[in-house]
Nanobody, 115 residues
């Protein structure tokens, strides 16, 4: 059974940093593409950043230069380093794993940025 466990969310002030982690168990990790989505209240769940199995990263425009996605295949873990956080980054952040035609989601971790 595939499990994605996120951690690292919390309450911070604008301008501060957080690092989210997502550890995958029960399935292939190194060959899977990974990503982070977020969902703010009343809004759709949107992609924030993704990283391919080969390590190529992509970002939504609003987080470029502030967020960095990375992966450690030895630890089956993907990270999202979030710097210069803004109130509009407030959302539940979800980790996602995609391998072939299968998509798995984590349970989400809350990130709240106060002004």
């Amino acid at each position: 059974q595939v499990q994605l466990v996120e951690s690292g969310g919390g309450l911070v002030q604008a301008g501060e940093s957080l690092r989210l982690s997502c550890t995958v168990s029960g399935s292939i990790f190194s060959s899977a593409d990974m990503g982070w989505y977020r969902q703010a209240p009343g809004k759709l769940r949107d992609l924030v950043a993704g990283i391919t199995s080969g390590g190529r990263a992509n970002y939504v425009e609003s987080v470029k230069g502030r967020f960095t996605i990375s992966r450690d295949n030895a630890k089956n873990t993907v990270y999202l380093q979030m710097n210069s956080l803004k109130p509009e980054d407030t959302a539940v952040y979800y980790c996602v794993r995609r391998y072939r035609s299968v998509t798995n989601w984590g349970q989400g971790t809350q990130v709240t940025v106060s002004s």
